[in-house]
């Protein structure tokens, strides 16, 4: 890279949506410190500039797009009583996290196992076997273990 020049990376963190073939795919989460430790390593990258615009995505909004997205019949008291008291459940997230498990089975902030329907499935016709296909190939064509294989 020539000398004058600086790399920025905007960050925001992954967010699985609806309908969209990585809807399966867990979010991105962790701590913005990471990721620059990461890219600052031994000052090899010391001219990569990370900047998050707009704001890092926090856990907590991560938690809550995962409820609009992943919520059901099975799970509706417990978002209502999240929405309802949002400041108390912000202060303990992991107490969310515990219930949804206990209620669902698996974890909001993994992947969504293939052999449930996703919440919508019953209002909706889509083409689930080429969306997973497409995630399939993608995620394998570009994951970081393959990269640093090749």
């Known amino acids: 890279m020539p000398k004058d020049y600086t790399i920025a990376i905007h960050w925001n963190a ?13 979010p991105a989460s962790g ?7 990461f890219l600052h390593h031994e ?3 010391e001219r990569i500039k990370i900047y998050h615009k ?3 995505t926090s856990y907590w909004t991560l938690i809550r797009r995962m409820l ?7 799970t509706a008291k417990l978002i ?25 089975g698996h974890d909001l902030m ?16 889509y083409r689930k076997d080429i969306m997973s ?3 399939e190939r993608n995620i394998k064509k570009y994951s970081c273990h393959e990269r640093k294989e090749a």
């Open 31 to 37: 701590e913005f410190k990471e990721l620059s430790n």
């Open 110 to 125: 993994g992947d969504w196992p293939k052999d449930k329907p996703m919440p919508w499935d019953k209002y909706c016709i």
């Open 133 to 135: 296909r497409l995630a």
């Open 43 to 45: 000052k090899i990258n």
């Open 54 to 56: 707009p704001k890092m």
């Open 80 to 104: 209502y009583n999240f929405a309802f008291k949002e400041s108390q459940f912000k202060k303990a997230p992991i107490f969310i996290l515990n219930e949804y498990k206990k209620i669902t």
């Open 68 to 74: 609009a997205i992943r919520g059901d019949i099975q």
């Open 14 to 26: 992954f967010t699985p949506s609806a309908q969209t073939p990585f809807q399966w795919q867990a």
